[in-house]
């Protein structure tokens, strides 16, 4: 049997990209975003549902995302589907939650962080080799750089 794990997204930021930087230096960036899907019924009624996601970015794609968006930009993100496992620190109870590793992701307007701006212009669309995160079986989170 052949799997496929790709995800296509493009909605807006729900937030700010948050960075940390990990063991070794690598860093990764993480941000909401949403994806209004508007439609009409049968009887004439106008709706908006919301799909809000959560993505992950590595390296320096990352970086570039913290310079050049901010929450309410608008995005397309090419990635893949992880579900992160985790117990609750109040109830012992497993707990998961469904991200996208973002492989690539490019900004969709003109419009940049103020920072981005004093630094010079603003790169179309960032792209970069698949990010190497740190493999979760090894300690201390250090990873390849690629």
């Known amino acids: 049997m052949m799997a496929m794990n790709k995800v296509m997204l493009a909605g807006n930021l729900t937030r700010d990209v948050a960075m940390k930087e990990l063991n070794g230096g690598m ?4 941000f909401g975003l949403a994806m209004n899907e508007r439609y009409t019924t ?12 959560d993505v992950e970015v ?3 794609q990352a970086e ?3 310079r050049c968006l901010s929450k309410g930009a608008p995005a397309f993100i ?3 589907l992880r579900l992160e496992r985790w117990e609750d620190k109040t109830s012992g ?3 998961a939650k469904l991200l996208v590793r973002a492989d690539r992701v490019q900004f969709l307007n003109g419009t940049t962080r103020p920072q ?8 179309s669309s960032v792209v970069s080799p698949r990010p190497q995160p ?10 390849r750089r690629g």
């Open 116 to 123: 981005a701006e004093a630094s010079g212009p603003r790169p």
């Open 58 to 60: 590595w390296g320096k």
């Open 64 to 66: 570039a995302c913290n």
């Open 42 to 53: 049968q009887d004439g009624q106008q709706h908006e549902d919301v799909c809000f996601v």
């Open 78 to 80: 090419e990635g893949r």
């Open 27 to 30: 860093t990764v960036g993480t």
């Open 93 to 95: 109870k497993g707990r």
């Open 134 to 143: 740190p493999p979760a079986n090894r300690p201390g989170g250090s990873a």
